[in-house]
């Protein structure tokens, strides 16, 4: 699925009456942000909380343990990932797990650093790329891109900051150039989703063997390694924990104002391999239903960001999407968040070079935004090619087609 802005509600009307779908009904509920304290309250005593130990209740959360503790680290740039302090199941949702602030804040800032100046640029794919190659039999003027979206954003932010003047001509020759060569550039303001190794193929809804990029190799080390610790939690008793082979990465850029409709994550042949999530940025009301909209109960759970969550086992194929991103102020004030304090991090020396000299950026750039990585695995242990794998399952294909029409 990809961020999007709010549409219009998609009901059933049956003779006046109208049902509305159990994950519909909480997308409404968990979107508005509370008006009054008494509002927030009784909102905020509903939404799951992982780090705030006073809202764990007994019957719902289940603290796992396995004493890795003491293992050695995982490098991922300069930085260092250390095994979790905390683990949560969720009782009546095998299968699921959540590794509250798993994601050290260095290591958080280098995956957005790559993430913001890399990993939505070509080879990858993002929306804009897909809108731009609709368009381009109709518009051959498209301007290509002789900086990254990154070092164009930084651009702008900095002579934003520097001349309120020069905004107000440059966004008057902005607009002049956009009416005169119907030129819309790709840039960061209109990213909201990237995709590495497999594509996703949004309209078709598959993934396709002939479009492909490679995942970066931070983003496969971190994510076998969120893999095995999964298995090691789940299915203690595997030894050794089963392999993960980390083929589609879904990057999502999510604006204050963007949401994502429920949908259930069942295209991947590998079902047996959980999908692993990490957020950055601004915080996020995610939600958390049954195998399809209908069912009941659909779960609010505050993302922070460093978590880290998987979608595996009997909660693989959940219906799941996000219906808020919380604002900064929003955050600072009501929910605990604490300031990014780049000093400390400087002095941390925990950054590879490149994020180190942009962190000021990647602060600012967090502190509107929220970012979300996931990552799966397509196909089964030792299979290779989709194709192979459509001849071989023609039955569970056409059910997932089935499923598929499903999803909002
Ligand atoms: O942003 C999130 O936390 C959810 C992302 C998601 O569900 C997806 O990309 O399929």
């Known amino acids: 699925m990809s961020p999007s802005q ?13 049902i509305i779908s159990a994950f519909k009904a909480a997308q409404s509920k968990y979107r508005r942000r509370p ?20 809202q764990l209740r007994e ?16 490098s991922f740039f300069s930085s260092e990932i250390t095994h979790p302090t905390q683990a949560f199941t969720l009782k009546e949702f095998p299968g699921f797990l959540y590794l509250p602030g798993a994601l050290p804040l260095s290591a958080q800032l280098e995956l957005a650093y790559w993430a913001l100046s890399n990993y939505c640029e070509l080879p990858h794919m993002t929306n804009i790329d897909s809108l731009t190659s609709d368009s381009k039999s109709s518009n051959d003027s498209l301007p290509v891109e002789a900086i990254s979206m990154w070092e164009h954003w930084k651009n702008e932010q900095s002579s934003q900051k520097n001349t309120k003047n020069a905004i107000k001509t440059k966004s008057k020759n902005h607009k002049t150039n956009s009416r005169n060569t119907k030129a819309r550039p790709k840039t960061l303001q209109r990213l909201s989703w990237s995709t590495m190794g497999y594509h996703y193929d949004w309209t078709e809804r598959s993934y396709r063997d002939d479009c492909h990029s490679t995942v970066p190799s931070p983003i496969q080390t971190m994510s076998r390694y969120y893999a095995q610790l999964y298995f090691q939690y789940m299915t203690p008793n595997q030894t050794p924990p089963p392999p993960f082979d980390p083929t589609a990465c879904i990057l999502n850029y999510y604006k204050l104002k963007s949401l994502m409709g429920g949908h259930s994550d069942n295209l991947e042949y590998a079902l047996d391999k959980p999908v692993i999530s990490l957020s950055l940025g601004l915080p996020a009301i995610f939600l958390l239903g049954g195998r399809t909209k209908e069912d009941s109960p659909v779960i609010p759970i505050l993302i922070r960001p460093g978590d880290v969550m998987f979608l595996g086992g009997k909660s693989r194929l959940r219906y799941h999407g996000m219906a808020r991103v919380i604002s ?10 604490k300031d990014i304090n780049i000093e400390e991090i400087q002095k941390e020396g925990k950054l590879s070079s490149h994020a180190h000299t942009d962190l000021e950026f990647v602060k600012l750039y967090l502190s509107k935004h929220r970012m979300n990585l996931n990552v799966r695995q397509v196909l089964p242990d030792g299979v290779s090619s989709i194709l192979e794998m459509d001849v071989k399952d023609v039955d569970t294909l056409e059910q997932r087609k089935k499923v598929k029409r499903n999803v909002d």
């Open 35 to 54: 008006q009054s304290k008494l509002e927030y309250e009784s909102s905020r005593s509903t939404i799951i909380d992982f780090s705030s130990p006073q």
């Open 6 to 18: 709010p549409s219009p509600k998609n009901t059933t009307t049956t003779q006046q009456q109208t």
């Open 328 to 337: 900064l102020e929003e955050w600072f004030q009501d929910w605990g968040g």
């Open 59 to 74: 019957n719902f959360f289940q603290p796992i343990s396995n004493g890795f503790e003491n293992e050695k680290p995982l």
